[in-house]
C-alpha cells in the first residue's frame, strides 16, 4: 500500500488543522488505519487508530478530546481533524497502514508508512 499524507501547515495555538492521506495500491477498506507523530529529538510516537470498518477509534492521552481520526473507504483516505492544537502538537505526522485487518497501536503493527507532513503550533 501506498500512502499520500497531505494537509500540514502552520496556526497557532487554539486553531484547527485537518490530515488526509490517500492510500492506493490494496483493498484500503481491509486494513486499520494510523496517525503517528514525531517531533525533533524524539521517536515517533502513537496519536491515532482506526479499524478497517471505521468503527473502532483509539487516541494517545494526549490528544483525547481533541483530535479525531476518520476514514473514508469509498475515497481510499483516512483523516485526523486537529482541534486546539497546542506547541506541543508541533511534529510531523505520519500515517501508517496495519500489517494484518487490526488497529495500528505501535510502530511494529504498521505495514507500510507515508512520507510525512508538518504540524507547527506557534504559541
Known amino acids: 500500500v501506498q500512502l499520500q499524507a497531505s494537509g500540514g501547515g502552520m496556526v497557532q495555538a487554539g486553531g484547527s488543522l485537518r490530515l488526509s492521506c490517500a492510500a492506493s495500491g490494496a483493498t484500503f477498506s481491509n486494513y486499520g488505519m494510523g496517525w503517528f507523530r514525531q517531533a525533533p529529538g524524539k521517536e515517533r510516537e502513537f496519536v491515532a487508530t482506526i479499524s478497517w470498518s471505521g468503527g473502532r477509534q483509539y487516541y494517545a492521552d494526549s490528544v483525547k478530546g481533541r483530535f479525531t481520526i476518520a476514514r473514508d473507504n469509498a475515497k481510499n483516505s483516512v483523516y485526523l481533524q486537529m482541534n486546539n492544537l497546542k506547541p506541543e502538537d508541533t511534529a510531523v505526522y505520519f500515517c501508517?497502514?496495519?500489517?494484518?485487518?487490526?488497529?495500528?497501536?505501535?510502530?511494529?503493527?504498521?505495514?507500510?508508512w507515508g512520507q510525512g507532513t508538518q504540524v507547527t503550533v506557534s504559541s
Open positions: 501508517a497502514v496495519s500489517q494484518t485487518t487490526g488497529i495500528v497501536l505501535s510502530i511494529k503493527d504498521a505495514g507500510s
